[in-house]
């Protein structure tokens, strides 16, 4: 009961991180020293290198086809999140793709489409922690999006302090009601922080993903610029942040997002039971089951 108490105080993330090392056993696949982050960190789904002279670091996701997020791709997004925030020398981060004309397609559907309980429930709650952790981090994040980013990938680039968009034919929003299904609260929490309670009203409702441009207008992306040009945009937009002092600035971000984040921290496991009740309804499996065949029947 005591330990239960304890655990009970320390936020979900710090909790989860235990969880992950005794529950997945899962860990990275290092190149170089294990105490430091100056070497790059590659697994399956994303390698995290840092420059040390700058104190960026860049968080390329690279999971074929879309950079889905499943749960192996969530995990280690989440002890990628992690070790940069633990990295003293590490002051900002760029996440970006590494896949051509995609930054991610969100949630992989499959970890949806007729689930294993149990595993639906850890994906679940491995989403959570990786957006508390992301949303709440002390680095200045920048969203490099060189390529299409709907639902989760939407959400992944709003948790970011800033986005550069690519020009070009890509898609970004909160798309959840074309799959029938629905973007949780703190999804939803998350846009109308970005682009304000009307216009995130408009958006869910409709499914709608914006182009760049109006992306763009409505504030849902900072700055547009060439496909090529992204990351390096990213990298010098962070340079400006980077010259604010950090506490102040940390401050600052934590009084915008906290209460938000705790919003979920007080709601966690009730979320993740609505969630799988929701998900498992039988109109919600069909739903899914026509969408990914749709995407099935888009290839030919
Ligand atoms: C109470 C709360 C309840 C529920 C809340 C749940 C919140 C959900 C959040 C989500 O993120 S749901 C996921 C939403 N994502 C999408 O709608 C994106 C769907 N994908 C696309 O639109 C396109 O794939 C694209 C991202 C625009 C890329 O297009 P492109 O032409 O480049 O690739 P293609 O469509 O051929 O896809 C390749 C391959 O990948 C499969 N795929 C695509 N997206 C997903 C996905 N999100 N999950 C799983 N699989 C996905 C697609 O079917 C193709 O597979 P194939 O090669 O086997 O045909």
């Known amino acids: 009961m005591a330990v239960r108490t304890l655990l009970g105080l320390l936020r979900p993330w710090q909790q989860f991180r235990t969880t992950i090392i005794t529950l997945r056993g899962k860990t990275l696949v290092e190149h170089g020293c294990a105490r430091s982050m100056s070497t790059d960190t590659t697994t399956d789904n994303l390698t995290l290198s840092l420059d040390s002279k700058t104190g960026i ?3 390329e996701m690279h999971r074929k ?27 900002g981060l760029v996440l970006t793709s590494g896949l051509p004309k995609i930054f991610s397609a969100g949630l992989d559907i499959l970890e949806m489409y007729q689930p294993k ?67 949780p609260f703190w999804f939803r929490d998350t846009m109308v922080n970005t ?3 009307r216009e995130t009203e408009r958006a869910l409702q409709l499914g709608h993903l914006y182009g760049a441009d109006e992306a763009l ?48 921290v007080v709601r966690q496991e009730q979320d993740i039971e609505d969630f799988m009740t929701f998900v ?20 030919g």
Not at 83 to 91: I, L, R, W
Not at 133 to 157: F, K, N
Not at 288 to 299: A, M, P, T
Request: with cysteine; charged share 25%.
């Open 57 to 59: 670091a860049t968080l």
């Open 65 to 91: 086809p879309v950079n889905g997020l499943n749960l192996e791709m969530l995990t280690d997004l989440n002890i990628a999140l992690e070790k940069a925030e633990n990295e003293k020398s590490c002051k």
């Open 117 to 183: 309980p149990e595993r639906l429930a850890e994906f679940w709650r491995t989403l959570q922690n990786m957006w508390m952790r992301l949303y709440g981090s002390r680095l200045v994040t920048i969203a490099a999006i060189a390529g299409h980013s709907p639902a989760g990938g939407c959400l992944m680039a709003m948790s970011c302090d800033y986005r550069v968009m690519a020009t070009g034919k890509y898609a970004i929003g909160l798309n959840e009601t074309l799959l029938g299904i629905v973007a």
């Open 195 to 197: 682009i304000g309670h």
């Open 217 to 264: 207008k409505v504030g849902l992306v900072d700055h547009l610029c060439d496909q090529e040009e992204v990351v390096k945009a990213a990298t010098e937009e962070m340079s400006r942040w980077l010259k604010v002092n950090a506490v102040a600035r940390q401050l600052s971000k934590s009084a915008m997002r906290q209460a938000t984040i705790d919003k979920l």
């Open 280 to 299: 498992q309804r039988d109109a919600v499996q069909k739903a899914l089951g026509f969408y990914l065949q749709s995407l099935r029947e888009k290839r």
